[in-house]
Nanobody, 120 residues
Framework: QVQLVESGGGLVQPGGSLRLSCAAS????????MAWYRQVPGKQRDLVAT???????NYADSVKGRFTISRDNAKNTVYLQMNSLTPEDTAVYYC??????????????WGQGTQVTVSS
């Protein structure tokens, strides 16, 4: 069974920075695209950023120029560097990954989520 474990969330003041990490573990043969989403209570889960195995990235307009997604393929880990945070960035952040397990087809896995709160 593959698991995605997120870390790095917390409370930060407006204008501050946080770095989220999401590490995949299990019987992993390969990982395709990885992504970060965020969700606030009562709203849908929104895409924040994606990254391909080769490093190609895509961002939501609301985070362009402030957030940077990256990955370490050797560690099966994806990161989200968040700068110039505003209260509107407050949400639970989730990672996902398209994982191919040994002896199986690819499927999408999600992490458990990590809370990011931007407040003074």
């Amino acid at each position: 069974q593959v698991q995605l474990v997120e870390s790095g969330g917390g409370l930060v003041q407006p204008g501050g920075s946080l770095r989220l990490s999401c590490a995949a573990s299990g019987r992993i043969l390969s990982i395709g695209a990885m992504a970060w989403y965020r969700q606030v209570p009562g709203k849908q889960r929104d895409l924040v950023a994606t990254i391909t195995p080769g490093g190609g990235t895509n961002y939501a307009d609301s985070v362009k120029g402030r957030f940077t997604i990256s990955r370490d393929n050797a560690k099966n880990t994806v990161y989200l560097q968040m700068n110039s945070l505003t209260p509107e960035d407050t949400a639970v952040y989730y990672c996902n990954a398209d994982v191919r397990e040994l002896g199986s087809l690819s499927r999408l896995y999600w992490g458990q989520g990590t809370q990011v709160t931007v407040s003074s």
